[in-house]
């Protein structure tokens, strides 16, 4: 599983552009990581809804709830 995601990390990011320092690469691997793959990722405990679809939901049902 790691494997696979360090693949897909290097196929995606690490390959398409060349930064020279750590401090350049930082920044783009904490937002691959942080905010694209783990918003989108489905998880099992959120009844296989990726956060970003389960917090639009529950937006969505607190405006609702909200009208008279």
Partial sequence: MAESF???LEAE??????RRTHDKAC???FDRIG???SGAR???ALGVLSP???EMR??????TAARP
Avoid: G, K, N, W
Wanted: aromatic share 12%; net charge neutral; no cysteine.
């Fill in 58 to 63: 529950y937006r969505l049902s607190q405006t």
């Fill in 52 to 54: 970003d679809e389960l």
């Fill in 35 to 37: 905010i694209r793959y």
């Fill in 27 to 29: 920044p783009a691997v």
């Fill in 42 to 44: 489905l998880h099992s």
């Fill in 13 to 18: 990011l690490i390959d398409r552009s060349v």
């Fill in 6 to 8: 360090f693949a897909s």
